[in-house]
């Protein structure tokens, strides 16, 4: 089991300081986190939270998962590990370079 743990399903309105009142009643915090998106510097609805111990985290699925912060039910589970990088994709033609097939102008 590990200390960090995926929180989902947040409400726009919640702040680091209240996951971490929030999920004190289960245990030591070492870290909490609402991922805010920097386009529109607004919550993206989910955030991290790391416990001090496994038992800690352990608790606070048990314990908080389903509990309405904010008015709405939120999602806990342990965080899962990124795997390689995000984004790109890409390749192909962008565009530009000559039509092919089509009628003649």
């Known amino acids: ?3 960090r743990l995926y929180v989902g399903n947040l409400a726009w309105t919640v702040t680091d300081q209240d996951l971490l009142d929030a999920f004190s009643e289960a245990g030591k915090v070492d870290s909490s986190q ?3 998106d920097r386009a529109t510097n607004r919550s993206r609805g ?3 939270v790391e416990m001090a111990t496994d038992e800690d985290a352990e608790g606070a699925i048990k314990k908080l998962n389903g509990r309405d912060i904010k008015g709405r039910p939120i999602r806990v589970n342990e965080a899962q590990a990124r795997t390689g ?3 790109g994709g890409g ?3 962008a565009g530009g370079g000559e039509r092919r097939g089509g009628r003649d102008h």
């Open 1 to 3: 089991m590990g200390r």
């Open 34 to 36: 609402v991922i805010i």
């Open 46 to 48: 989910f955030g991290f």
């Open 85 to 87: 990088g995000a984004g």
């Open 91 to 93: 390749g192909g033609d």
